[in-house]
């Protein structure tokens, strides 16, 4: 199957940067698209950005211009550069992959564990 180990989150000041990294490995064909979510307690897991094989990316309006997301195929690894970090973007950061397990399968979605993500003075 399908590993996804996530690292990098912790806690930082408002105006700082984290960068969060994702590595999906086990018996993989291919990798459409991966991306990163967020969840905090008591509401729904909302989609941060995205970003497929090609390269397209997609972010949400909350934090465009500050999150930068970038993956390298090769790797089968997702990233994303967290800048000018502010309290409302603490939550728990899933990685999520769409990922085909051999060819001519369907495809099927796999998530990280999560890693925690504190914006606080």
């Known amino acids: 199957q399908v590993q996804m180990v996530e690292s990098g989150g912790g806690l930082v000041q408002p105006g700082g940067s984290l960068r969060l990294s994702c590595a999906a490995s086990g018996s993989i064909f291919s990798i459409s698209a991966m991306g990163w979510y967020r969840q905090v307690p008591g509401k729904q897991r909302e989609l941060v950005a995205t970003?497929?094989?090609?390269?397209?990316?997609n972010y949400a309006d909350s934090v465009k211009g500050r999150f930068t997301i970038s993956s390298d195929n090769a790797k089968n690894t997702v990233y994303l550069q967290m800048n000018s970090l502010k309290p409302e973007d603490t939550a728990v950061y899933y990685c999520?992959?769409?990922?085909?397990?051999?060819?001519?399968?369907?495809?099927?979605?796999?998530w990280g564990q999560g890693t925690q993500v504190t914006v606080s003075s």
């Open positions: 970003i497929t094989s090609g390269g397209s990316t």
């Open positions: 999520h992959a769409v990922v085909t397990l051999q060819p001519g399968w369907a495809h099927r979605d796999y």
